[in-house]
């Protein structure tokens, strides 16, 4: 089963950027591979979704601020976080499966990394 480590989180300022990145331990040519987040007290929520042909998908909340991207050579999933914001304060989880139906679903993914704390201050 594919392994996923995040890296990239911190903490900014309102308006600042932000690059997760997520290192699988197999190919992530062959899984679907989404990023989500939780707050304290919220459910988890999709952020961004790769499907295996490249195709990306986004929450209406991040639209034209983030971007996801994968590289193959690499085996490694990315976020780029524009224009942060307050809210997007959360624990950023990456995941994957061979198969998705709803990209944007948690339950849809089997394979989930340990997460990167992201924090943005006014």
């Known amino acids: 089963q594919v392994q996923l480590v995040e890296s990239g989180g911190g903490s900014v300022q309102a308006g600042e950027s932000l690059r997760l990145s997520c290192a699988a331990s197999e190919f992530t040519r062959s899984y679907y591979m989404g990023w989500f987040r939780q707050a304290p007290g919220k459910k988890r929520e999709g952020v961004a979704a790769?499907?295996?042909?490249?195709?990306?998908s986004f929450a209406d909340s991040v639209k034209g601020r983030f971007t996801i991207s994968k590289d193959n050579a690499k085996n490694t999933l990315y976020l780029q976080m524009n224009s942060l914001k307050p809210e997007d304060t959360a624990m950023y989880y990456c995941?994957?499966?061979?198969?998705?139906?709803?990209?944007?679903?948690?339950?849809?993914?089997?394979?989930w990394g340990q997460g990167t704390q992201v924090t943005v201050s006014s």
């Open positions: 995941a994957a499966d061979l198969w998705v139906g709803s990209p944007h679903k948690p339950d849809e993914y089997n394979y």
């Open positions: 790769i499907a295996r042909d490249g195709s990306t």
